[in-house]
Structure formats: C-alpha cells, structure tokens
C-alpha cells in the first residue's frame, strides 16, 4: 500500500485513515475494537488515531467507568469539513473564496 502523509484534513486520502473515520462516524469506537474490525495491530491503529486526533478530526474521551481506556469519536467541530473533503471540495479554498465574496459584496453600494 501507498504510505500517504499528510497533515489536517489532507490526512484523509490514507484509505486507513478514511475508514476509521467512517467507523468511528457511526459510533465512537475503542482502538482495540477499531484493531479487530481493520485486522490491524493496535499500535498501527493508536498511530492512525494519534495523526487524526492531532489534526483535529477526531477526539478521544476516556472512559467515565475505567479513566485508562480511552474512546474515539468525530470531532464535531470537523465534521463539515470532513464532508466537503470526502465530497472533494477544499473547504478551506472555499471559506477563503466565500470571505473574499462576503468582503466585496459588503463594499458594493448599488443593490442587487
């Protein structure tokens, strides 16, 4: 397999990363469970869910029943540029275009 890297939302063109994404999007997920479902060893599976938790895309919670397990959800402040990234736009292209649109539209006099 490709050894993608990458950095923020760019981290998503890794097919692993992609998938444990789409895991974890349908319910938050325990790396040992993340582990058996991908065939994956848990050291691979806690370095995958490391790059997304430091990109922001995920977040870990530790569990209120045993502190040391921790549990991975989507981070929902991530989640529409998640979906734009996976719709194969560039969010962060389009927020900057969008504010651009915004600033000149505010300096026009004559209304539409």
Do not use: C, F
Not at 35 to 60: D, K, T, Y
Not at 84 to 89: D, E
Request: no cysteine; hydrophobic share 40%.
């Amino acid at each position: 397999m490709t050894r993608r890297t990458g950095s923020g939302i760019a981290l998503l063109a890794d097919d692993t990363r992609r998938t444990i994404v789409a895991l974890i999007a349908l319910h938050p997920r325990h790396p040992t469970e993340l582990s058996r479902e991908l065939g994956l060893s848990l050291p691979a599976i806690s370095r995958q869910l490391g790059l997304l938790a430091g990109a922001g895309l995920v977040r870990v919670a530790r569990s209120r029943i045993d502190g040391r397990r921790r549990m991975y959800a989507i981070d929902t402040r991530a989640q529409g540029r998640i979906l734009a990234w996976l719709a194969g736009t560039d969010l962060a292209l389009e927020e900057s275009l969008l504010s651009r649109w915004a600033t000149a539209r505010g300096s026009r006099t004559d209304p539409d």
